[in-house]
């Protein structure tokens, strides 16, 4: 009876989770496919927006895996005060806003930044971020730190031996070692970061310009806040759907999508270190840094200016986060508890998915019945916590299938009901996991600039929107103060959930 | 414990006093509601003989309002949506989300106007702003032919940008399509709105950008610069009839009906020249400095129901050739 109770409350909120992501993703879509105006084709404009989306994330993820490969060398053969540091500064970008790191790279590549003033001084023409440039330059700025943390994993998975067999043999290490790893490694790193950004939007928002670098997700809102063209928009997003599940599928036979591994601090002593190496990690360092450096300098002293809207955005941002938080772990915790591969593959879905076709999708839904500008956040809500899930599943998964291996048994003997099991047994032991996931999902969401965008007025308005707008209107110091604070809330609620899971039932 | 509940049912009382004053929500584009913008001083006015609040929401810009109020549909809280164009006003009537404005005014425009249901609040002759010491250009074959570099606005969510393709449409014809890809070079980026396209020329981003012939009285009243000029085509110049009406479903049809009228009395028109930087639509005075500004050779307007037709090619055209 216990048993069966169990097994209950194992597989209900389960599966309640799996249709629910199941309606967010091919309910949607669905809903979009509806109404697409096939018939109609596409225009010239549209495939150059596909060719554009298409190219630009292939050019992205080449750059930023070349680049990774001498960082990440440098990183697996020295030993140095601060290392530990710079792998930790490596894994900042994944919780970034992107507008942050947008106008960040403005500060240091824009008209009046730092590199164009350089340029100046030695009589070299301007060169302007806006465009298809500007684009791969922010999507590099977000992958590389990516690239080089894969490529790090990759290094570091050469056993030691392997290093002083080659030494004693006076082999050449790049062509017997480091290669072939590169060609073991290189494709996942390349398809992860070609994924990532097929589905770009906020950058191509603020660095496209114009219909040369427009991606298809600005193209789908585009034809909504534009042009209200909805069979348009639907059928773009049905070619965004195809797009990322043809690069997800090929990504899910080639690799694992695994981006936290731990080891990193396993060095070989290396012989064969070049001085290029620090010149690799000063450049990635400062490329890092720089822009946000320049944030702090530009945004804090307009912190005391900021208006009563921007700190309301913010506030609408952190119940945002809050909420889409609960349901992620609510959503990741059940999938977890059943556990199995149909589980995982759904926990996954939302990886192809793109924010904008959900959102697409749920306004068709809501649309004849609702204002959907009145449903602009719950609707965000939904989004961010979907988006959020595939990475709390993956710190989850595996913690709880560990607990149930090591604690199952005895949970049965005690016949421990299902929520006693719940919370005397698996709670306390997923604290570490479940915090960590938390932090991410806090970050994420108070971060995002995606689908809020589409129906959002003022009156709706999170804090990467407003400070969105306030570019746009060119008030740069206060989009800075905003800038300030919304990298403070995303960092900062990462740091808080993170360290509330110090102090876990096994880690003692 | 009866002066309590005195005091309870006063404050009720004034409570539900307070939240009986109407409150007027307008639809409009972003630079109008900013606060140097006409938004301000419009709403001081208006608010001084309504008894209301007078609320301005800004939506990007003109043309995405049209999009905007069609994504709400007829829930929306607009009572006014104000910053059309006459290359918009077709599509508009055509959602029916617009109800007749009944007002009768003395308009001044360089165009006759009867339409019952859009009622215009200002214009102006679409321009190339610049420097005054930018070699300039009076033809779109000149600028496209020069090393010039210009912003321009995305026609699809800015009335400015859509009005320049009705205005290489007007002034080439069949010719358009090859004078944009000729100017793709030119063009450093395409802003969503006005707000961004004119910030990045003020910024030095480019040699002109797209705006009104307007514009330099702002840098010679509000700054005292007489460096800005705009160019004149050949050709002539394509105007701007900006325009505004009332939401079908307004929940408040007395006090919209009053702001309509509002819109050409002296309250609302004379705010316009210094905050909007337009031409007013009656018969105001203008300010010093509008007698300093380029005058178009002539004035070109496709009629609203020409311009609906053309609009969707002209795009496409516009986005074919500028994504190549």
């Given at each position: ?91 900042a970008p994944f919780i970034l806003p992107v507008i942050v790191a947008v106008l960040g790279l403005l500060a240091v590549f ?399 | ?324």
């Open positions: 009876m216990a048993r069966r109770a169990v097994a209950i409350i194992r597989s209900l909120p389960a599966w309640l989770t799996a249709a629910l992501v199941l309606a967010l993703t091919l309910g949607t879509l669905a809903a979009v496919a509806w109404r697409a105006e096939v018939g109609r084709g596409l225009s010239a404009g549209d495939w150059s927006a596909i060719r554009f989306t298409v190219l630009q994330a292939a050019a992205s993820a080449v750059v930023s895996v070349v680049l990774a490969i001498p960082v990440a060398r440098a990183l697996a053969r020295r030993q140095f005060r601060g290392r530990g540091a710079l792998v930790m500064l490596l894994g824009g008209r009046g930044g730092l590199l164009n003033v350089g340029l100046g001084a030695v009589g070299v023409a301007p060169v302007s971020i806006y465009g298809a440039g500007g684009v791969v330059l922010a999507h590099v700025f977000f992958n590389l730190p990516l690239a080089v943390r894969l490529i790090l994993q990759g290094w570091l998975s050469i056993p030691a031996e392997r290093f002083r067999l080659a030494a004693q043999l006076n082999a050449p290490l790049w062509r017997v070692l480091e290669l072939p790893m590169l060609a073991r490694h290189m494709p996942g790193a390349l398809l992860v970061v070609f994924l990532i950004c097929l589905t770009s939007f906020a950058v191509a928002l603020t660095l496209g310009g114009g219909p040369r670098a427009t991606t298809v997700e600005l193209a789908i809102w585009q034809a909504i806040r534009f042009d209200f063209d909805l069979g348009r928009a639907a059928l773009l997003a049905c070619v965004q759907f195809a797009l990322c599940a043809m690069a997800a599928l090929v990504a899910w036979h080639i690799t694992p999508l695994d981006g936290f591994g731990s080891g990193l601090d396993r060095t070989v002593a290396r012989w064969d270190q070049s001085r290029w190496d620090w010149v690799w990690l000063i450049l990635v360092t400062l490329f890092l840094v720089l822009p946000l450096a320049m944030i702090l300098w530009r945004g804090v002293p307009s912190l005391p200016d900021l208006g009563l809207d921007i700190y309301r955005a913010a506030g609408r941002s952190v119940l945002v986060a809050l909420a889409a938080t609960a349901l992620t772990l609510g959503a990741a915790l059940s999938l977890s508890l059943r556990g199995g591969l149909l589980v995982g593959m759904i926990g996954a879905l939302p990886l192809a998915a793109s924010a904008l076709v959900m959102g697409t999708g749920l306004f068709l839904m809501v649309f004849p019945f609702v204002n959907p500008v009145t449903v602009a956040l719950p609707v965000t809500v939904c989004v961010n916590a979907f988006m959020a899930l595939p990475f709390a599943l993956r710190l989850l998964s595996p913690t709880v299938a560990d607990i149930r291996a090591d604690y199952g048994r005895l949970a049965a003997n005690l016949a421990l009901g299902p929520w006693a099991t719940l919370r005397l047994i698996i709670l306390p032991r997923v604290r570490k996991s479940l915090s960590f996931a938390a932090g991410l999902t806090m970050a994420l969401s108070i971060g995002d600039l995606g689908v809020v965008a589409l129906f959002a007025t003022p009156a709706q308005e999170t804090l990467p929107l407003a400070m969105y707008r306030l570019m746009g209107a060119y008030r740069m110091d206060a989009a800075a103060g905003a800038a300030v604070l919304l990298l403070f809330l995303a960092l900062g609620a990462f740091w808080v959930c993170d360290s509330r899971g110090q102090g876990d039932a096994d880690a003692g | 414990m009866k002066t309590t509940l005195l005091s309870v049912g006063a404050i009720l009382c004034a409570s539900t006093a307070i939240a009986q004053t109407p409150t007027l929500n307008v639809l409009t584009y972003d630079s109008f509601t900013s606060e140097w913008g006409p938004g301000p001083a419009i709403e001081a006015a208006f608010e001084a003989e309504c008894a209301c609040d007078l609320v301005f929401t800004g939506a990007g810009d003109g043309a995405a309002l049209l999009a905007r109020l069609q994504l709400e549909g007829i829930r929306t809280d607009a009572d006014i949506v104000l910053g059309l164009d006459t290359n918009l006003t077709a599509a508009a009537r055509d959602t029916g989300l617009f109800a007749p404005h009944g007002v009768t005014a003395d308009l001044n425009l360089p165009v006759a106007w009867d339409d019952d249901t859009f009622l215009p609040f200002d214009w102006g002759y679409l321009a190339f702003v610049a420097e005054k010491d930018t070699p300039g250009v009076t033809s779109f074959r000149a600028l496209a032919d020069s090393d010039l570099k210009i912003v321009i606005q995305d026609p699809r969510s800015s009335t400015p940008g859509l009005g320049l393709l009705m205005w290489v449409h007007a002034a080439e014809g069949d010719g358009a399509a090859q004078i944009w890809a000729d100017l793709a070079d030119n063009i450093v980026t395409v802003t969503p709105g006005w707000t961004e396209a004119y910030n990045l020329f003020l910024e030095g981003e480019a040699d002109a950008v797209l705006s009104y012939t307007t514009s330099p009285a702002y840098h010679l009243i509000a700054e005292d610069d007489d460096s800005k000029t705009s160019w004149g085509f050949d050709v002539g110049n394509y105007l701007q009839v900006e325009v505004a009406a009332k939401v079908t479903g307004t929940d408040q049809p007395e006090l919209a009906d009053q702001f309509m009228a509002f819109i050409a009395q002296p309250g609302f028109q004379n705010v316009i020249p210094e905050t909007n930087w337009m031409y007013p639509a009656t018969e105001v005075s203008l300010p010093d400095g509008f007698d300093t500004l380029t005058v178009p050779s002539k004035g070109l307007l496709l009629s609203a129901q020409d311009a609906a037709d053309v609009r969707d090619a002209l795009v496409e055209t516009w986005r074919a050739a500028l994504s190549q």
